[in-house]
Nanobody, 117 residues
Framework: QVQLVESGGGFVQPGGSLRLSCAAS????????MGWYRQALGKERELVAT???????NYGDSVKGRFTISRDNAKNTVYLQMNSLKRDDTAVYYC???????????WGQGTQVTVSS
């Protein structure tokens, strides 16, 4: 089965940086768009960033200019570089990948990012 393993979450002070990684393992073919979503306590899950197989990126308005999404196709891995972190960035971050071959999508288990002094 396909598993998405996330890493890099943790505690950081405002203005700091974190880099999240999400690697897919198992039988997954023709990975299309990858992305990151987040969900703060008591709020709906929202889009953070996506990146297509052709490396076209899209960012949520709240993170533009601060976050950068990238991917390594050889490793089936998507990254999220988070700079200038704010308290409002505190959330559980979920990675997401689409298999165009199977016409299905997959989610990571979520990793906690806490921005606080």
């Amino acid at each position: 089965q396909v598993q998405l393993v996330e890493s890099g979450g943790g505690f950081v002070q405002p203005g700091g940086s974190l880099r999240l990684s999400c690697a897919a393992s198992g039988s997954i073919f023709r990975i299309g768009t990858m992305g990151w979503y987040r969900q703060a306590l008591g709020k709906e899950r929202e889009l953070v960033a996506t990146i297509t197989s052709r490396a076209t990126t899209n960012y949520g308005d709240s993170v533009k200019g601060r976050f950068t999404i990238s991917r390594d196709n050889a490793k089936n891995t998507v990254y999220l570089q988070m700079n200038s972190l704010k308290r409002d960035d505190t959330a559980v971050y979920y990675c997401w990948m689409v298999s165009t071959f199977a016409d299905s999508d997959y989610w990571g288990q979520g990793t906690q990012v806490t921005v606080s002094s």
